[in-house]
């Protein structure tokens, strides 16, 4: 059982950055933690995932350069930071997880979203 949950968001400005956290508890080494968006009106995305055992990451395309995921195993936390955003980034952030290998939709376990808002 694991449970999951984002802090994090915010309103900002297009350019700035922002760095969400995903905090779990029960015992996470044994997963990869990932981050899912929803904007306005699309469907669920994935950004990234991370091994929480081995550090490993993913990333979406789109994701490359901008977003960086990192984890900190003594805090059973995974991070997102997010560089010159864009009022396109604005959405709900979900942390999820599934098991040893990166989180798809149907993952089984979703925090329970942080929002975040680009815009001047």
């Known amino acids: 059982q694991l449970q999951l949950v984002e802090s994090g968001g915010g309103l900002v400005q297009p350019g700035e950055s922002l760095a969400l956290s995903c905090a779990a508890s029960?015992?996470?080494?044994?997963?990869?933690i990932g981050w899912f968006r929803q904007a306005p009106g699309k469907e669920r995305e994935g950004i990234s995932c991370?091994?929480?055992?081995?550090?490993?990451?993913v990333y979406a395309s789109f994701a490359k350069g901008r977003f960086t995921i990192s984890r900190d195993t003594s805090l059973n936390s995974v991070y997102l930071r997010m560089d010159n955003l864009r009022p396109n980034d604005t959405a709900v952030y979900y942390c999820?997880?599934?098991?040893?290998?990166?989180?798809?939709?149907?993952?089984?376990?979703w925090g329970p979203g942080t929002q975040v808002t680009v815009s001047s």
């Open positions: 999820v997880a599934d098991g040893r290998q990166c989180p798809t939709l149907a993952a089984k376990y």
């Open positions: 029960g015992s996470a080494l044994d997963y990869a």
């Open positions: 991370i091994s929480m055992r081995n550090g490993h990451t």
